[in-house]
Each structure stands twice: as C-alpha cells, then as structure tokens.
C-alpha cells in the first residue's frame, strides 16, 4: 500500500497533543506531514516533517526537511534535521546539515554533512509555508 499526497501536504492540528501515529513499512508520502503528537515511520516520506517527536525505523527513509522536538534516527535521512534533541542511532545514515540542542551519536552510526549545536534550534528552521 502506497498513500501518495495528491495535495501539498497532510496536516492535523488541534490544542491538545496527539499522538502517537505510526506510518507503516509500505508507506510512501510525498509532500508534507505536520502533526503535534509523535510520529512513528517505518516506510518513507519525500518532503517535509514537523512533528513533536519523531522516530525513524530501521528502514523508514525522510528525503527532506525534519523539525521536530526530538528526533530519533535508525533508518536513513537525506536532508536538514532542526531538532533540539537528536540521536543517530548505530547503522543509520544521515547525510545533511543538522541544527540541534543535544546530539548523541552511537557507535556505528553514518552522518555526512555539517552540525551545528544552538540553544533554540527550532527557531533556525524555515517557517512552514502553509500557501
């Protein structure tokens, strides 16, 4: 099963946290995925990512932009991460820039690109463009 996005993006939005959704292993999104809870993705999303929390699965793939409160990596990322706390877990590979409060990489993790550590990372990452 594939979810393809035929609009620009897939948002839900209300006052009290959500969470948490699960994105499954056969799961292609393209566009963008704003939620206020926490993700879990075991398939893959080409676009953007904002979200409270999210954690990528051993072989969940983000091809793009990651603003998240915390974010965990087993699984690959091309793309920016703003992130104030941000683990790479052991055989993930990351490649791009990563904005982050704390960062903690395991023995074994692939990361390719530059890393900047700030005291308000989610503050550096570009506004959503809801047009």
């Known amino acids: 099963m594939s979810l393809v996005d035929s ?10 946290p959500q969470g948490p959704i699960a994105i499954g292993a056969k799961a292609t999104i393209v566009g963008a995925l704003h939620f206020d ?3 879990v993705l075991e398939g893959e999303i080409r676009g953007e990512v ?3 929390s999210l954690t990528i699965a051993e072989r969940g ?3 793009g932009l990651i603003v998240a409160e915390t974010v965990i990596v087993a699984g690959e990322v091309v793309g920016t991460i703003y992130a104030e706390r941000l683990v790479l877990r052991a055989a993930c590979e990351v490649e791009g820039d990563i904005f982050h ?3 903690s990489l395991e023995d ?3 990361f390719e690109g530059r890393s900047r550590r700030h005291a308000a990372p989610l503050g550096l ?4 463009d809801e047009g």
Not at 7 to 16: A, F, I, L, Y
């Open 7 to 16: 609009q620009p993006s897939v948002t839900r939005r209300s006052p009290e």
């Open 37 to 39: 809870g926490a993700v």
């Open 50 to 52: 904002r979200c409270r």
């Open 61 to 63: 793939a983000v091809d």
């Open 101 to 103: 409060r704390e960062l």
């Open 108 to 110: 074994g993790c692939y």
């Open 125 to 128: 990452a570009p506004p959503y």
